[in-house]
């Protein structure tokens, strides 16, 4: 599962990426025009407390692959594959300025975030529209000749998704039936994809919530994930040495928990993942598997041996576990649950996977 993390020029994507995959970008990086990947851990407190709890030999977080996409610009637009590698993802972070700073310049001449957003938006939204257009001639070809059922089908659904599209609205707010999903599923559509937006604001706005709040009434109903982060005290947490340097410096700025913390968790979110855990004196590891995945394909994401011959789950809540201190004193409460193939996974749940192999 990948994100991609797109934006104008001059935004903060550079560093976001960064910040998330503990990677410097070099100059090759930057000269290649093509997409940077690299590995964010997903930073869950959840995880944190299991370590403390189990105090394992081994410790594995969650890990989202980030690409880094190369900026939306005139040039990258008029060729068209921006948008080629935008469909290759599962998700888009769009980074968008909200600071002001004379020294860095902006692609429009001002900073307003919520025109770049809605212009991005725009863009992304005509790409579908023109793959339309596309498709019907091929289509329409198709019918004219052979009057092939499959083609009207196709060509009527399309139709559905144009005027839709024409309203201006990302193809994620139409609701699709499983077969109409699947007759479109190897289709680029971006608008489909899931979309978060990073606000990146200034050092001073950082417990400004006003403009996050703005922003997420404004599109309260485009199916968005709005959250603030500055990319500069972002960048400064992160290059200090120490967990006690880092407390204080969060301390000054007022605030619990670095942003980039909050977005690898965001990420998870909109992948439609959850996570879950296994736990124990050798390893404490965090999981993730798409939502609504049962017992058994949850096993199969740790292994598919776990998968083929899974008998049951041992379940436990994490709340439970934290609230009642160990997992003796979850069993002895009852709350301790055996799960078969139909049970579904939820997130934070501990599992214990039976099989036979």
Known sequence: MKIGIIGLPQTGKKTFF????????????????????NIAEIRDPRFDILVDMYKPKKEVRARVEIELLPKIEKDTISKGDIFKEIAEMDAI????????????????GSVDAIRDIDNINSELILH???FIEKRFERLDKSIKKLNDSQSIKEKALLVKIKEHLDKDLA??????????????SSYPFITLKKMLIILNIS???????????????????ADLYVMPACAKAEAEIASLETEVEREEFLEALGIKEPAADALTRLCIKALNLISFFTVGPDEVRQWTVGAGSSAPEAAGAIHTDLQKGFIRAEVI????????????????SGKAYLKGKDYIVEDGDLLDIRFNV
Not at 204 to 214: C, P
């Open 18 to 37: 960064q910040i998330l995959t503990n990677h410097l970008l070099t100059e090759k990086d930057l000269v290649s025009g093509k997409p940077i990947k």
């Open 171 to 184: 193809l994620r707010l139409l609701s699709l039936d499983n077969d109409e999903k699947k007759l479109i």
């Open 203 to 221: 050092e001073d706005d950082i417990l400004n919530t006003s403009l996050v709040e703005n922003t997420r009434e404004r599109y309260k109903d």
């Open 93 to 108: 972070a769009h980074v968008v300025r909200s600071f002001s700073d004379e020294s860095v310049y902006h692609i429009d």
């Open 317 to 332: 809540k994490y709340d439970d576990l934290i609230s009642l201190g160990s997992e003796a004193k979850v069993k002895e």
């Open 128 to 130: 579908d529209m023109l």
